[in-house]
């Protein structure tokens, strides 16, 4: 379980001081699909970093189970994060030069497994994600779809059972759009936490819950 006590982000000092979160609580349960909603410029993705553990709170606290994570020190937070978090993007955040199954290799550089066994889980995500006649590609090779199937099978080679997404379909039509939903669903169905950041109605209504964030505050949202 992800806990979030009053959490607040300032960014930059005097005349350019900005509070982007402004004392947000929130609660996301293990194997739970939450919608995060929002404008633009609303707080969403400091908000997600945070969740992450790609940056800290001003103040407040975050736990994950009993674990207080904004005050772990900077190596055991990117232990934390390498070892629970997959990150999903709008914009893909591959490597432009690499092909995709040497993208979905990328986390397991920092993992002790033998070759075979990385070959193994790679294989096998490659598979999952329909990306076997495209594994040599590089992503300028590859569809909008195609590249984000590819950051979900990095997002999943560590084993991560938090999945955090930063607008995944932003940059997709609505067909890929719905197809990225559907895996999204189904690696939640299967026990991983998922929470996608979004500013479109019609996919935060394929979680199960949507909260909205307003200003650096959180709401909560019928759904
Ligand atoms: N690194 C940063 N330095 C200064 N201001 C930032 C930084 N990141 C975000 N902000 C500001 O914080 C507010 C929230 O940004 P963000 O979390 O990116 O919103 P969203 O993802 O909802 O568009 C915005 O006003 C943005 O300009
Ligand atoms: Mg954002």
Known sequence: MITLKNIHKTYGKGNNRLEALKGVDL????????????ASGSGKTTLLNIIGTIDRPTSGEYYIDSVRMDELSVKEMAVFRNRVFGFVMQD???????SAIKNIMLPLHYIKLSRAEK???V??????????????????QMSGGQK????????????????LCDEP????????????????????SEGRTVVI???DQSIAKKCDRIVEI????IFNKAN
């Open 27 to 38: 609660t996301i349960n293990t194997g739970e699909m939450l919608a995060i909603m929002g």
């Open 92 to 98: 893909y955040s591959l490597i432009s030069h690499y």
């Open 119 to 121: 070959k193994l889980r």
């Open 123 to 140: 294989m096998r995500l490659i598979e999952a994600m329909k990306l076997e006649n495209r594994k040599d590609a590089l992503p300028s």
């Open 148 to 163: 984000q199937r590819v950051a979900i099978a990095r997002a999943l080679v560590n084993d991560a059972n938090i999945l």
């Open 169 to 188: 379909t932003g940059a997709l039509d609505s067909v890929t759009a719905m197809e990225i939903m559907s895996i999204l669903k189904k690696l939640n």
């Open 197 to 199: 950041v979004t500013h």
């Open 214 to 217: 307003k200003d650096g505050i």
